[in-house]
């Protein structure tokens, strides 16, 4: 991870190219508003460094080595709530934008935005507004217009496979990188969501409905 400097919109970018970091750092650089305080290749590298420093704006790739952006981006929203991530992705899939708007993401992009699309979105992701592009929010929306009761968040799934196999709370929450509480809470949302009363029943349902194989 390379520190840079510190003053105005912070700014950490996340990816695991050095060459799209180096762009987005002369992009950011270029407009005045912004200062890139550190970059990282990883998720945990972003982690370690807001941990330790203030940033107001993570920018965030998915796919990447060691722990991914939706990871990433979750516990991020753990340690750092005052953090906002933005993500930049190459991919516009139910299986990448959901999960990265489910974990906390304040924003969506993809990496052929353009130059004024991505300041105006660090701009609002700055303020805490969000900033989607068009096919994402087409499919954020089409997600929302599903009845309640047949959809399941990805995460929710998640950690009805790990229900399923057998895993206490407690261990879930360890592999999940939540804590137990958060673990509890999701199980009552998937109870309600299946109209069951307990873990067994949850997890047949899931079976039933195809949701788990």
Same mark, same amino acid.
């Given at each position: 991870?390379?520190?840079?400097?510190?003053?105005?919109?912070?700014?950490?970018?996340?990816?695991?190219?050095?060459?799209?970091?180096?762009?987005?750092?002369?992009?950011?650089?270029?407009?005045?508003?912004?200062?890139? $305080?550190?970059? @990282? /290749?990883? *998720?945990?590298?972003? +982690?370690?460094?807001?941990?330790?420093?203030? &940033?107001?704006?993570? #920018?965030?790739?998915?796919?990447?080595?060691?722990?991914?952006?939706?990871?990433?981006?979750?516990?991020?929203?753990?340690?750092?709530?005052?953090?906002?991530?933005?993500?930049?992705?190459?991919?516009?899939?139910?299986?990448?934008?959901?999960?990265?708007?489910?974990?906390?993401?304040?924003?969506?992009?993809?990496?052929?935005?353009?130059?004024?699309?991505?300041?105006?979105? $660090?701009?609002? @992701? /700055?303020? *805490?507004?969000?900033? +989607?592009?068009?096919?994402?929010?087409?499919? &954020?929306?089409?997600? #929302?217009?599903?009845?309640?009761?047949?959809?399941?968040?990805?995460?929710?799934?998640?950690?009805?496979?790990?229900?399923?196999?057998?895993?206490?709370?407690?261990?879930?929450?360890?592999?999940?990188?939540?804590?137990?509480?958060?673990?509890?809470?999701?199980?009552?949302?998937?109870?309600?969501?299946?109209?069951?009363?307990?873990?067994?029943?949850?997890?047949?349902?899931?079976?039933?409905?195809?949701?788990?194989?």
């Amino acid at each position: 991870m390379g520190e840079l400097v510190n003053d105005g919109i912070r700014v950490l970018v996340v990816d695991d190219h050095p060459v799209f970091r180096d762009g987005l750092r002369q992009l950011l650089r270029g407009s005045g508003e912004f200062t890139v $305080v550190a970059e @990282a /290749a990883d *998720g945990l590298e972003a +982690l370690a460094y807001v941990q330790r420093n203030p &940033v107001h704006v993570v #920018l965030m790739d998915l796919h990447m080595p060691r722990m991914d952006g939706v990871t990433a981006t979750a516990r991020l929203r753990e340690v750092a709530p005052q953090t906002r991530v933005l993500v930049l992705s190459t991919y516009d899939t139910d299986a990448d934008v959901l999960p990265a708007i489910e974990s906390g993401a304040t924003g969506y992009l993809l990496k052929d935005a353009s130059r004024a699309e991505l300041l105006a979105a $660090v701009r609002a @992701a /700055a303020k *805490g507004e969000s900033m +989607l592009s068009p096919s994402v929010a087409r499919r &954020v929306l089409g997600r #929302l217009r599903e009845p309640v009761e047949r959809v399941l968040k990805p995460r929710e799934v998640e950690l009805l496979r790990l229900v399923a196999g057998g895993a206490t709370n407690r261990e879930a929450a360890v592999a999940l990188f939540v804590s137990e509480a958060t673990v509890k809470a999701s199980l009552l949302r998937v109870y309600e969501r299946l109209g069951v009363r307990d873990r067994a029943s949850a997890v047949a349902e899931a079976y039933r409905r195809g949701m788990l194989s």
